[in-house]
């Protein structure tokens, strides 16, 4: 079996279900939107070095990887009438950019800190942002094996293959938009900006993190994947 065959992961849900789950999608797509525009604006890339670090990994995990994710939503997907085989080559297309950002990202801060002479991962944003970096690169590695699921058929289903995919991916993603709230409540970012701006930043990741954990949830746990 194909990991691209024309099969849906999600349960046949009610119209007011699927009113919900397409509003939580536009509040998703705007509130990476927002973050984004807001991270890039502040930073200003190309300011400085320091200023790619904020914006490769706003657009790693407030855009790109959410996109990637959202990319299956039955309901909010940019593509929601595009085959699924579409949609599996545009979300590994958007995952292996974030992970290229993300690095990105991970390598400007930490030349940044070399140029003054600072010490490396000594506050919870540094530590988490590192664990979300090596974490990212693994689970996106593993997810060769959905491209390739005839590579894993003597150890596990298809199915497995993606609900486990899906589980650890979901972490990763959490990962991801902790790092986000951390950065936000960062000096640097709370010098930059301040007030009501400042809360609506904040709130995003968390609202990021929940659609995405109520897409996954709904469509591979607490129940059985047949296919």
């Known amino acids: 079996e194909s990991s691209n065959q024309e099969i849906s992961d999600f349960p046949p849900r009610s119209t007011l279900c699927s009113k919900v789950s397409l509003a939580l999608g536009m509040v998703a797509h705007a509130a990476a939107a927002i973050l984004a525009a807001v991270v890039l604006y502040t ?3 190309g300011s400085s070095l320091f200023s790619w670090h904020p914006t490769l990994m706003v657009i790693a995990y407030g855009l790109l990887m959410t996109e990637a994710i959202l990319m299956f939503s039955p ?3 940019l593509m929601v009438n595009a085959m699924r085989k579409t949609k599996v080559r545009f979300h590994w297309i958007l995952q292996a950019g974030a992970v290229v950002c993300a690095v990105g990202g991970l390598t400007a801060i930490y030349l940044n800190k070399e140029r003054f002479g600072k010490e490396h991962f000594t506050s919870w944003h540094g530590i988490l942002g590192l664990t979300t970096v090596i974490y990212s690169i693994v689970q996106s590695t593993g997810g060769i094996n959905l491209l390739y699921p005839k590579l894993m058929k003597n150890w596990m289903s298809l199915a497995q293959l993606k609900m486990y995919h899906a589980t650890f991916g979901l972490l990763g993603y959490a ?10 409540n960062s000096n640097w970012f709370s010098r930059e900006v301040e007030g009501m701006l400042w809360v609506v930043c904040l709130c995003c990741p968390a609202i990021l993190a929940l659609v995405i954990m109520n897409q996954v949830t709904t469509a591979y746990l607490g129940r059985r994947i047949k296919i």
């Open 43 to 45: 930073a200003w890339p």
């Open 75 to 77: 309901e909010s997907s």
């Open 175 to 184: 990962l991801g938009c902790g790092s986000l709230a951390l950065g936000i």
